[in-house]
Structures are given as C-alpha cells and as structure tokens.
Nanobody, 127 residues
Framework: QVQLVESGGGLVQAGGSLRLSCAAS????????MGWFRQAPGKEREFVAG????????LYIDSVKGRFTISRDNAKNTVYLQMNSLKPEDTAVYYC????????????????????WGQGTQVTVSS
C-alpha cells in the first residue's frame, strides 16, 4: 500500500482558488491510478476527479468540469487538484486515493476501487 498525505486545504471566498496536493510514499507512484474524493457534512463521500497512471486520461464529475483540474508529477510522487471558481457547495473534506487498477474512460471509479486513502484536508468556501 502507498501512504498518502494531503495538503493545501483552507478557507477561501466564493470565486477563489485553491490547489490541493497529495504526496505519496514509495517508488511505484506511476503504477497507481490516483483520485480525489470529497465528503460534505451529512453527505456520502463522492468521486471528484481521477487520473490515469501516466496522466494521459482524466475524469471529472459534471459539477466540477471546467473548474477543477487534476494533474500528477510522477517524478515528485505527487498528485494535484487545482480548484478554480470555487462555490460554497464545494465545501467538504477532500481525500486523495490510490489504486493499482487502471482507470477506464466513461466510468467513475467507486470508493472500493481505491485501496489507499489519505487523511483528508478541509476545504471551506464562504459565500
């Protein structure tokens, strides 16, 4: 299993931006599909974005398309989530996740697809 540590969360006004980072341990980072999930108070955790081993393929839920960008730097063992035009409904704890399985286009990975999780980082967007 890979160990994951998120950072970059915080409080921002609506319309602002944040960049989340997730640092992974180990020497095989490029062999993991990486994903970001979020969980708002009183709601289930939901998939937000995913990126394939090489970064060539990305997936996003509809509500963040055009505003969020997932990327990875395999040399730095890090995956990022750039969040622009933030809305109050983006407020949640954001989790980084890793999977040894490949991601397929058109199919949102479920929680069970990922075997490693970070501790989460809080993102709060004020109106």
């Amino acid at each position: 299993q890979v160990q994951l540590v998120e950072s970059g969360g915080g409080l921002v006004q609506a319309g602002g931006s944040l960049r989340l980072s997730c640092a992974a341990s180990g020497r095989t980072f490029s062999a993991y599909t990486m994903g970001w999930f979020r969980q708002a108070p009183g709601k289930e955790r939901e998939f937000v974005a995913g990126i394939s081993f090489s970064g060539a393929m990305t997936l996003y839920i509809d509500s963040v398309k055009g505003r969020f960008t997932i990327s990875r730097d395999n040399a730095k063992n890090t995956v990022y989530l750039q969040m622009n035009s933030l809305k109050p409904e983006d407020t949640a704890v954001y989790y980084c996740a890793a999977s040894r399985s490949p991601m397929y286009s058109g199919r949102y990975p479920t929680e069970s697809f990922f075997g490693s999780w970070g501790q989460g980082t809080q993102v709060t967007v004020s109106s």
